[in-house]
């Protein structure tokens, strides 16, 4: 388990901890993951990217796979990123590190 970051709104008693590391959230649940950490522009992208890799496997059989792999591969790289993307996004919103 990777550490936690924690951030604070100046002026509020408003704590929040970011993990560290591999987000199995992001992996796993992608869109979704980000609309509970009300990060609606990654979740907008997120969903905008599924969709578009979801009807590319509408295409064929080859494309189905190559589909898969891309939505594999992007799960993925969500779950590495995905605790990077909200700590940036709270440090956006004016939070800033303890």
């Given at each position: 388990m990777g550490e936690k970051i924690y951030?604070?709104?100046p002026g509020k008693d408003e704590t929040v901890?970011?993990?560290?590391?591999?987000?199995?959230g992001a992996c796993l649940l992608g869109f979704v993951w980000a609309l509970s950490k009300k990060m609606w522009?990654?979740?907008f992208v997120m969903l905008a990217i599924n969709l578009l890799l979801f009807c590319s496997g509408l295409w064929g059989e080859t494309a189905d796979l190559i589909g898969l792999v891309l939505s594999v591969l992007f799960g993925i790289a969500?779950?590495?990123?995905?605790?990077?993307w909200h700590r940036w996004t709270l440090e956006k919103r004016g939070y800033v590190v303890l």
């Open positions: 951030l604070r709104y901890a970011v993990a560290t590391g591999f987000s199995w522009f990654a979740a969500c779950g590495m990123y995905g605790n990077q």
